[in-house]
């Protein structure tokens, strides 16, 4: 089994903001009998930033973003250091890699990091996987960890995702509130607005609705989302083997996704254009029995440039993004041919993912 295991900044730290090395310890000694019963494991760990704090006496004057890459680079250091020595004891490499959103931004790119990370894999080595907030650009950062997991996870085809966070799993009302429970299984593109509060952790950035989107979207594209508590013994061992008695919520896997939809579907920060469609072209692609592509009739507007193998974004007369696609032409050839009802689709449906919260609608 491939899985991908994300360890949130609050299981990973203590209140103070120092690494809780113990903790980190039985997460390490779980992920080594993965490791070492065959299974390929991905570690996509924050912390860095969280470390940082506690290594980093005067840093209050500067601008959050200097402050954040300070942290991050010192904390970095730590945050790796300390797992080196932690799966060490356990005979295992680990591999380093940081990343930016940018590096998901092309389908070249794309591919690249899926080969540095097989490659890994070939060795018998464990990829940690971290954020670069020294370098990130404020405007194109992952919303958080959480993100990059999952197209981590969708990127290597993982059978399951584990989203290690301070919290059991997703309630179906107030965790404060003694008659709240936890949601043990979602199906499939269920709404579960009416169950997320918005709320931020202490130390990470995202929050549970963070956490539920890429969940959801993880799971849609064929692949078992776990949301569980980090703190809690033998987590990582329970989740593996599906321990009917422990506490969590499991997103239901979807129909697998082909490979390059799964790129796509993390892709709207990278589209070149907006492509707004009329009420006919927005039913077909949105048809949950039928498989449809874009085609240029019902395209009503075109805002941006954008060539062929461009990301597009696809939107209705009423602003509400619908979906993701890639250009099967440039501009100036869609533009020519958009009265024509003879011609190739804009975006073949091979090539386009759609916002299954539109379509369940």
Sequence with gaps: MTVTIKIGSNVLTCADGTLNVSRMQDLVGEIAALHASG????LVSSGAVAAGRSMIANYEHLDPVSRRQLLSSVGQVKLIDTYKQLFDAHGIRIGQVLVTKQDFGTREHYLNMRNCIEALWDSRVVPIINENDAVSVTALM?????????LVSSMMNCGKLLILSNVDGIFNGNPADASTQVIRRISPRADMSQYVQTTKSNFGRGGMLTKCRIAQKTADSGIEVYIANGARPQVITRLISGDPDFVCTCFEAGQPSPAVKKWIAYSEGFTKARVTI????????LSPDKANSLLLPGVV?????FK???????????GETLGIGRAGMDKDKAVR??????????????YLYINHENQSK
């Excluded at 299974?39 to 991905?42: G, S």
């Excluded at 992952?142 to 999952?150: I, K, Q």
């Design 39 to 42: 299974h390929r494991v991905i």
């Design 142 to 150: 992952f919303t958080d960890n959480d993100e990059l997991s999952g």
């Design 278 to 285: 009329n009420a006919g072209a927005k039913a077909a692609i």
């Design 301 to 305: 507007s075109i805002d941006g440039e």
């Design 308 to 318: 062929q193998s461009d990301l597009l974004l696809i939107i209705d007369e009423a």
């Design 337 to 350: 041919m958009m009265g024509s009802k003879h011609t190739k689709p804009l975006v073949h449906y091979d």
